[in-house]
C-alpha cells in the first residue's frame, strides 16, 4: 500500500491508493488551550448520490471532498476528465479500478454496464447519446 500526501493538505492528511485516508498526528488548538491527536482513519460516508465522501478540515474550514477524484488526483494528476469507475461500483475506490475519461465516453461506459436509465434523460441528450453509441 502507498501513502501520499493530499495537494493542499499536506502535513495534515495522507491517502493510500486503496482508498484509505489518514489524519496526521499534531498539536491543535481546542477551546482555551492545544491537544494532541494520533494519526488515525478517517470515517468514509456515502453522499447523497452514493458516492464516498470524507471531510477535510484545514485552517478551521471543512471542506466535503469525493474519494475517487481525491484518489485521481493525488495519485495520477489533476484533470477536467470525469473519473470512472471501470467496474460500475461507485464504492471501489481501488487506484486500479479508477481512469479518466470524457463524460461523453463516461456515459457510454454506464450504458454497456447497464446503469444506465434512459429515462431520466431529456429528449435532447438521449438523442445525443444514441448518435454517439452507433
Do not use: P
Request: proline letters at 0%; a positive charge.
Amino acid at each position: 500500500m502507498q501513502w501520499k500526501d493530499i495537494e493542499g493538505y499536506e502535513g495534515l492528511y495522507k491517502i493510500s491508493d486503496s482508498g484509505l485516508v489518514l489524519t496526521l498526528g499534531r498539536k491543535a488548538f481546542c477551546g482555551h488551550g492545544y491537544r494532541i491527536t494520533k494519526d488515525k482513519l478517517l470515517k468514509q460516508k456515502l453522499d447523497r448520490y452514493g458516492y464516498t465522501v470524507v471531510y477535510l478540515i484545514k485552517d478551521g474550514k471543512m471542506k466535503t471532498k469525493k474519494l475517487h477524484r481525491l484518489l485521481m488526483e493525488t495519485f495520477v494528476g489533476k484533470s477536467s476528465l470525469t473519473v470512472n469507475h471501470k467496474d460500475g461500483n461507485k464504492n471501489n475506490n481501488l487506484l486500479t479500478n479508477l481512469e479518466y475519461l470524457s463524460s461523453s465516453d463516461n456515459l457510454k461506459h454506464a450504458h454497456k454496464l447497464g446503469l444506465f436509465k434512459e429515462g431520466y434523460l431529456n429528449r435532447k441528450e438521449r438523442k445525443r447519446l444514441r448518435r454517439n453509441l452507433i
